[in-house]
Nanobody, 125 residues
Framework: QVQLQESGPGLVKPSQTLSLTCTVS??????????WSWIRQPPGKGLEWMGA???????YYSPSLKSRTSISRDTSKNQFTLQLSSVTPEDTAVYYC?????????????????WGQGTQVTVSS
Protein backbone atom coordinates (compact mmCIF):
# COMPACT_ATOMS: atom_id res chain seq x y z
CA GLN A 1 0.00 0.00 0.00
CA VAL A 2 1.51 3.28 -1.12
CA GLN A 3 0.98 6.25 1.18
CA LEU A 4 1.68 9.90 0.51
CA GLN A 5 1.85 12.63 3.12
CA GLU A 6 2.12 16.34 2.45
CA SER A 7 3.92 18.62 4.90
CA GLY A 8 4.77 22.27 5.08
CA PRO A 9 3.61 25.60 6.47
CA GLY A 10 -0.08 26.30 6.49
CA LEU A 11 0.37 30.07 6.20
CA VAL A 12 2.58 31.91 3.74
CA LYS A 13 2.91 35.65 3.27
CA PRO A 14 2.34 37.26 -0.12
CA SER A 15 5.45 37.45 -2.34
CA GLN A 16 7.13 34.63 -0.42
CA THR A 17 7.88 31.14 -1.69
CA LEU A 18 5.59 28.29 -0.74
CA SER A 19 7.45 25.05 -0.09
CA LEU A 20 5.74 21.69 0.45
CA THR A 21 7.16 18.19 0.76
CA CYS A 22 5.48 14.91 -0.06
CA THR A 23 6.85 11.89 1.80
CA VAL A 24 6.13 8.56 0.14
CA SER A 25 6.02 5.21 1.88
CA UNK A 26 5.26 1.74 0.61
CA UNK A 27 6.81 2.38 -2.78
CA UNK A 28 9.78 4.10 -4.38
CA UNK A 29 9.52 7.38 -6.28
CA UNK A 30 11.99 5.92 -8.80
CA UNK A 31 9.79 2.96 -9.74
CA UNK A 32 9.01 2.73 -13.47
CA UNK A 33 6.67 4.24 -14.80
CA UNK A 34 5.06 6.38 -12.15
CA UNK A 35 5.07 10.14 -12.09
CA TRP A 36 4.53 12.14 -8.92
CA SER A 37 2.30 15.18 -9.16
CA TRP A 38 1.32 18.24 -7.22
CA ILE A 39 -2.33 19.23 -7.57
CA ARG A 40 -4.24 21.98 -5.83
CA GLN A 41 -7.82 22.98 -5.25
CA PRO A 42 -8.63 26.61 -4.46
CA PRO A 43 -11.76 27.22 -2.40
CA GLY A 44 -14.87 26.77 -4.50
CA LYS A 45 -12.91 25.67 -7.58
CA GLY A 46 -11.84 22.47 -9.24
CA LEU A 47 -8.60 20.56 -9.13
CA GLU A 48 -5.62 22.12 -10.87
CA TRP A 49 -2.60 20.08 -11.89
CA MET A 50 0.56 22.04 -11.13
CA GLY A 51 3.39 19.80 -12.21
CA ALA A 52 5.08 16.46 -11.77
CA UNK A 53 8.40 14.75 -11.39
CA UNK A 54 8.82 11.49 -13.21
CA UNK A 55 10.40 8.28 -11.96
CA UNK A 56 13.37 9.27 -14.12
CA UNK A 57 13.71 12.66 -12.48
CA UNK A 58 12.32 14.61 -15.43
CA UNK A 59 9.97 17.42 -14.51
CA TYR A 60 6.80 18.71 -16.17
CA TYR A 61 4.89 21.86 -15.35
CA SER A 62 1.55 23.44 -16.05
CA PRO A 63 2.14 26.18 -18.61
CA SER A 64 0.18 28.64 -16.47
CA LEU A 65 2.41 28.07 -13.44
CA LYS A 66 5.71 27.13 -15.03
CA SER A 67 7.41 30.45 -14.38
CA ARG A 68 6.79 30.17 -10.63
CA THR A 69 6.99 26.41 -9.99
CA SER A 70 9.84 24.06 -9.24
CA ILE A 71 9.60 20.39 -8.32
CA SER A 72 12.54 18.41 -7.04
CA ARG A 73 13.15 15.15 -5.23
CA ASP A 74 15.33 13.48 -2.62
CA THR A 75 15.52 9.82 -3.51
CA SER A 76 17.38 8.98 -0.29
CA LYS A 77 14.35 10.16 1.69
CA ASN A 78 11.76 9.08 -0.90
CA GLN A 79 10.37 12.61 -0.96
CA PHE A 80 9.53 15.18 -3.58
CA THR A 81 9.10 18.88 -3.04
CA LEU A 82 7.08 21.71 -4.53
CA GLN A 83 8.24 25.29 -4.53
CA LEU A 84 5.89 28.03 -5.73
CA SER A 85 7.38 31.50 -5.79
CA SER A 86 5.85 34.96 -5.57
CA VAL A 87 2.63 33.70 -4.03
CA THR A 88 -0.53 35.79 -3.85
CA PRO A 89 -3.83 35.18 -2.04
CA GLU A 90 -5.02 33.48 -5.24
CA ASP A 91 -2.60 30.64 -4.43
CA THR A 92 -4.63 29.80 -1.32
CA ALA A 93 -5.72 26.20 -1.78
CA VAL A 94 -5.61 22.66 -0.54
CA TYR A 95 -2.46 21.15 -2.00
CA TYR A 96 -2.26 17.46 -2.82
CA CYS A 97 0.49 15.14 -3.94
CA UNK A 98 -0.43 12.08 -5.96
CA UNK A 99 1.03 9.15 -7.87
CA UNK A 100 -0.05 8.59 -11.42
CA UNK A 101 0.64 7.04 -14.77
CA UNK A 102 0.45 8.82 -18.09
CA UNK A 103 -3.07 8.82 -19.55
CA UNK A 104 -2.36 10.64 -22.79
CA UNK A 105 0.15 12.65 -24.75
CA UNK A 106 -0.77 15.99 -23.26
CA UNK A 107 1.03 17.55 -20.34
CA UNK A 108 -0.70 16.82 -17.05
CA UNK A 109 -2.80 13.91 -18.26
CA UNK A 110 -2.61 11.22 -15.63
CA UNK A 111 -4.54 8.44 -14.05
CA UNK A 112 -3.96 8.67 -10.33
CA UNK A 113 -4.03 5.71 -8.01
CA UNK A 114 -2.77 7.17 -4.74
CA TRP A 115 -3.26 10.58 -3.18
CA GLY A 116 -2.13 12.33 -0.07
CA GLN A 117 -4.78 13.66 2.27
CA GLY A 118 -4.04 17.23 1.25
CA THR A 119 -2.77 20.20 3.18
CA GLN A 120 -4.35 23.64 3.44
CA VAL A 121 -2.12 26.54 2.51
CA THR A 122 -3.33 30.08 3.06
CA VAL A 123 -1.56 33.07 1.58
CA SER A 124 -2.16 36.10 3.75
CA SER A 125 -0.27 38.87 5.43
Amino acid sequence: QVQLQESGPGLVKPSQTLSLTCTVSGGSITTNYYDWSWIRQPPGKGLEWMGAIAYSGSTYYSPSLKSRTSISRDTSKNQFTLQLSSVTPEDTAVYYCARGTRAGLGVGQYEYDYWGQGTQVTVSS
